[in-house]
């Protein structure tokens, strides 16, 4: 009843001064739509993140020929190591650890159907690949072992090279498509992936058979015979990966006849622990801008208090009044209370809004991922009225202590 | 004859850079249950600090108050403000309306501090203010207003919780001889109908509307009639 009623004057009193609860409410509005947003991008960042590391793969090891000249006296000065499809066979054949081992070629060429045509990255890949890297197939089928060795003119493709070319992604199994003039029926049609962390498009992809892409599309080119850069390995299970990283060294070493002295002809890197490196490094930085936000929700708690205060000053004769005809303490106390609360919870609501809305309309424009945090958003209208209370304790308790005579004659 | 207010052996004093000042010295007063008295005195002889005393506004350094029978020593603020809440009203000089608010919420707003689930608030307050003439003027702010006017809102808002005393300190000070003498009157039929009126005026024609006068001088009261 009397809360009612101490409501409806909180009310009253702040609408009488408008333009400044308005803007001591700004502060709020901004401290919680800073929170909001920065959270929103944080973990829109973060799920960005996770979803990379699910396209990679898991338990990755990247095999890289290093450019160092191996072999010393017993090799021809300067000449590179390469890798070969045997040395990946090799791999997958020794340590049985390793549950894939993907290698790929790649070059750019221009793909053309009918009318259309599209410049794509193509891959030559063994089996592995697909695997390694959860490449799943949509339509269609994945490359038989006979096609693999015979060097079929067949090519899986991503989802944004059918769309480019057919206009329908689920058109393209079945129909032919040119490669530097080469027929190529398309078999299969891959999964959609999104990008890589670096932000390029992995679905915008026609992959070949190793032997095809080497022998007949890409190949023409003899330097790209054969010669493989990289190798992605994936292993078992978490805890071998050191192991294995170790023993991928030792096969090759082995196989090139590089005594154990000299300098390795690989470099083997741990996939996996670089993108989880770069997860947390991602979950520090929203942390931190999360932190920011929350001080500039902070600093407009304090123009609450500062409001507060200036409010109660000038109203002393007012509560003098209120005192001498028979409000309690309490009354005086609650009123300042609800006050500072309404304008932190109103700018709490009006915030929410416009992060919200700021989320939806710029979100897509900046290309920001956001996920919008539905516990952050409830958790800091609720922090708010705990700010509104904690800032406004101070001025309304001062109010609720004044001494009602020496109020009545405040000048 | 009941006693609506009686004080004993009462003194008042502030403190002052160096001492203290006694503005009141050993009061000794009965005011009766329906009676009107007229507090005089100079300028600054404690007339206000001795109508806040009854009033409960203040706690006197030393000496009783008794309150339609209670005792008020030992009493908590909230205590102190429950009792001015149902059984005293205030009229100041200067009005002390709310600014921008209507007559009506002026007078309602005291209620609120006094919750009464069975009352009708709204009608309450129109109630008084018709009884001191304004009923017209209930959506009128302060600014609105005469003078005159704006101190019988004030007595209304005084009269709003039924009170059995009232308490004016100076309420014609701030007004014309005409309209103080207006007021006066409301104040008569106030008294009439049944409340204790106490109030402090130095002019001997508003205080010649009360049944006695005493005068304050030196920190001691003594009796003028
Ligand atoms: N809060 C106070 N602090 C110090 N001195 C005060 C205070 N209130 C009143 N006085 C002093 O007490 C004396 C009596 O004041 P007051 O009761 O207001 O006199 P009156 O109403 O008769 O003019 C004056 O000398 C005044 O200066
Ligand atoms: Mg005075």
């Known amino acids: 009843m009397i809360q009612i009623q101490l409501v409806n004057t909180a009310l009253s009193s702040l609408r009488r001064n408008l333009m400044r609860s308005m803007l001591t409410t700004l502060g709020i509005i901004i401290g919680i739509s800073a929170v909001i947003i920065m959270f929103a991008l944080g973990e829109g960042a973060q799920k960005k993140v996770e979803q990379q590391i699910e396209a990679l793969g898991t338990n990755l090891l990247m095999v890289k020929s290093s450019s160092v000249s191996a072999g010393g006296a017993k090799g021809a000065a300067g000449n590179v190591q390469k890798l070969t499809l045997d040395d990946v066979a090799a791999l997958k054949r020794e340590i049985p650890q390793i549950v894939a081992a993907g290698t790929s070629v790649n070059a750019q060429a221009q793909v053309v159907w009918g009318n259309e045509n599209w410049n794509t990255r193509i891959e030559g890949i063994n089996l592995d690949v697909l695997s390694a890297h959860h490449w799943e197939i949509q339509a269609g089928r994945t490359f038989s072992e006979q096609e693999m060795k015979s060097a079929a003119k067949v090519a899986i493709i991503g989802e944004t090279v059918a769309e480019e070319l057919f206009g329908i992604a689920s058109m393209a199994v079945g129909e032919t498509i040119r490669i530097n003039k080469i027929p190529i029926l398309v078999i299969g049609l891959l999964k959609g992936k999104g990008e890589d962390m670096r932000g390029s498009d992995l679905d915008d992809t026609v992959m070949l058979p190793f032997s095809t892409a080497v022998r ?196 | 004859m009941s006693i609506a207010l009686s004080c004993h052996d009462l003194s008042h004093s502030f403190p002052m850079a160096g001492g203290s000042l006694t503005v009141l010295d050993n009061i000794n007063l009965e005011i009766e249950t329906g009676e009107m008295l007229a507090i005089m005195g100079p300028s600054g002889s404690g007339k206000s600090t001795l109508m806040n005393l009854l009033g409960c506004l203040m706690t006197p350094v030393k000496g009783r108050l008794t309150v339609l029978g209670q005792q008020t020593a030992g009493m908590s603020r909230e205590q102190l403000a429950e009792l001015r809440s149902q059984h005293i009203g205030f009229v100041f000089q200067q009005f002390n309306l709310l600014a921008r608010t209507s007559a009506q919420d002026n007078v309602q707003m005291p209620l609120m501090y006094n919750p009464d689930p069975t009352r009708d608030d709204e009608q309450q307050a129109r109630h008084c203010l018709e009884m001191v003439g304004l009923g017209d003027r209930a959506g009128h702010t302060p600014n609105q207003l005469s003078g005159g006017q704006q101190q019988r809102v004030a007595i209304a808002r005084a009269l709003v919780n039924q009170p059995k005393i009232l308490l004016a300190d100076e309420p014609t000070g701030a007004l014309d001889t005409k309209t103080g003498k207006e007021i006066m009157v409301l104040f008569k039929e106030l008294n009439r109908s049944g409340i204790t009126v106490i109030l402090v005026t130095h002019e001997p024609e508003i205080a010649a509307y009360a049944d006695r006068t005493i005068m304050v001088r030196d920190g001691k009261v003594e009796s003028a009639t």
């Not at chain 1, 005594?259 to 996939?271: C, G, Q, Y």
């Not at chain 1, 708690?301 to 200036?310: R, W």
């Not at chain 1, 922090?383 to 406004?392: E, M």
């Open chain 1, 216 to 411: 007949r599309v890409i190949g023409g080119n003899s330097k790209y015979q054969d010669r493989i850069k990289r190798i992605t390995v994936q292993v078992d299970d978490p805890s071998n990966m050191d192991w294995v990283a170790a023993e991928i060294e030792n096969v090759i070493k082995q196989r090139h006849r590089v005594a154990d002295d000299e300098p390795s002809p690989v470099r083997v890197m741990n996939l996996s622990q670089m993108m989880e490196t770069r997860a947390e490094a991602s979950q520090v930085f929203s942390s931190l801008l999360a932190g920011v936000a929350g001080v500039s929700l902070l600093v407009g708690g304090i123009g609450v208090m500062n409001i507060m205060l200036v409010t109660v000053t000038e109203r002393t004769r007012e509560i003098g009044l209120r005192l001498a005809v028979g409000a309690k303490p309490a009354d005086i106390r609650n009123q300042f209370l609800i006050e500072s609360v309404v304008l932190c919870l109103v700018g709490a609501l009006l915030g929410l809004a416009l992060s919200v809305l700021a989320l939806i309309i710029a979100g897509p424009l900046f290309g920001w991922e956001m996920v919008l945090p539905t516990n952050i958003m409830l958790l800091s209208v609720a922090g708010t009225a705990v700010i509104g209370i904690g800032f406004g304790y101070y001025p309304a308790r001062k109010a609720a202590n004044l001494d009602p005579i020496e109020a009545l004659r405040y000048e």
